[in-house]
């Protein structure tokens, strides 16, 4: 292996080779495409976790128990491509790398084997860096260790690329006090979505911009499809055990509808550990734990309610997904208000709420993830996403594809 300085370069042994940056602290890592004259062509151009696909390059999330990394085929560059610059930036808004220096580490894209390593010296007031790079020079592909920090986050190395940043539009909600050190919205890049259609949001709840990763300190959270909420408040873990309520009522009067809620666990690897149902109410030692079956949907508050306990769950279990489903073959399209809200459950406290505002005629949605950060810290993500799975069973890979 070899250990590379800021400005070291060596030839590429493979085609296909993987930048993987890892932190004391959870990073976001990402690839720009560049054309000779250092600019991306497009937004296309710039792969991140919201935009994992490019021509030749891919981003590769490490679902938080792994360093995130960015994969380069060089044999599937496109023509004019000349450079990828491998980019990282604290998770945290507004944290700096001084004190948490990054390592980057090359390796062969097939077998995972270390090529070269660099840890960028001397960082300071740097809220981003541009970690590496592959290049094109002489018609051969080659490395070079950067280490080019800067202080005004990804959203300048973005612009110095070519790249449009876009400030999220402040969502409209009732006023409410600031956080005193409130950091702006994310600029970094989510790839453009159309609108989440409108639902009104009860009192004293908020929701965040689309891509926006928010916690709790504002109080509880409204969640639209793919928004993300980090269960910590004060910049601490906020609580160990919680409970996920999930509710829904016949679209039409006189019917009963017989939903089924489960929670699906997987490891880092998105390999399926263990699935909690109707039909096995304890998994992870008991650390999930499922309150029975409900048949009818009928009355107000939750139908079925799975309770998490965060501190005892396995480190080998790093992501959960937590899934309805009409066993008795009764369509999404006749249920009404279906939705899942996450509860403290030591002061019954409802901090995180998602409302399905549309459906489609399947028998399975996945409502939300939780998953744990590289940090040790959990985060929600509102789904909504219909599949045609009568079973929980049926359930295992659509929620692995979705961690």
């Known amino acids: 292996m070899t250990a590379m300085t800021p400005g070291s370069n060596l030839p590429l042994p493979t085609t296909r080779v993987t930048v993987d940056v890892a932190a004391p602290v959870r990073l976001d890592v990402s690839g720009l495409l560049l054309t000779a004259d250092g600019k ?17 390059v891919t981003h590769r999330s490490g679902g938080g128990t792994a360093p995130d990394a960015i994969v380069v085929d060089t044999a599937a560059v496109p023509p004019g491509i000349e450079k990828i610059v491998v980019t990282a930036s604290p ?24 090529i070269a390593s660099f840890t960028p010296p001397q960082l300071g007031t740097e809220t981003a860096l541009v970690v590496m790079e592959i290049y094109l020079r002489g018609g051969a592909w080659k490395a070079r260790a950067v280490g080019q920090g800067y202080a005004n986050g990804l959203a300048g ?34 790839a453009p979505s159309p609108a989440a259609p409108a639902a009104p949001a009860p009192p004293a709840a908020s929701a965040p911009a689309a891509g926006q990763k928010i916690n709790l300190d504002k109080g509880r959270v409204n969640l639209q499809k793919n928004q993300t909420v980090s269960l910590v408040k004060g910049g601490r873990p906020l609580l160990s055990q919680v409970k996920m309520g999930l509710g829904w009522e016949p ?12 929670v699906i666990a997987y490891g880092p690897q998105r390999n399926h550990l263990d699935s ?29 309610v799975i309770v998490v306990d965060l501190g005892r769950i396995p480190a080998e279990a790093t992501g959960l997904v937590f899934t309805v489903n009409s066993f008795s073959g009764q369509k999404f399209t006749e249920v009404a208000k279906a939705y ?10 409802e901090l995180v709420r998602f409302d399905l505002t549309g459906a489609e005629p399947q028998t399975g949605v996945m409502m939300a993830k939780l998953i744990k950060q590289f940090s040790g810290e959990w985060e929600m993500t509102a789904l909504g996403s219909f599949v045609k799975s009568r079973t929980a069973r049926g359930m295992v890979k659509p929620g692995a594809e979705a961690l």
């Open 91 to 114: 998770d945290a808004a507004g944290q700096t790398f001084q004190g948490i220096e990054p390592t980057a580490t090359l390796r062969n894209g097939d077998d995972g084997s270390v």
């Open 340 to 349: 899942c809200r996450l509860i403290d459950a030591a002061t019954g406290e």
């Open 251 to 262: 679209a039409f009067r006189g019917k009963d509808i017989d939903l089924d809620a489960s």
């Open 157 to 190: 190395i973005a612009t110095d690329f070519g790249v449009s940043v876009e400030e999220p539009a402040a969502p409209a909600a009732a006023p409410a006090p600031p956080m005193p050190s409130a950091p702006p919205a994310d600029p970094r890049l989510t």
């Open 40 to 56: 991306v062509r497009s937004d296309d151009d710039f792969i991140f976790y919201n935009q994992p696909q490019g021509p030749g």
């Open 276 to 304: 909690c149902y109707f039909g096995k109410l304890s998994i992870l030692n008991g650390a999930v734990k499922h309150s029975g079956d409900n048949l009818t949907g009928e009355g107000a508050g939750d139908d079925e």
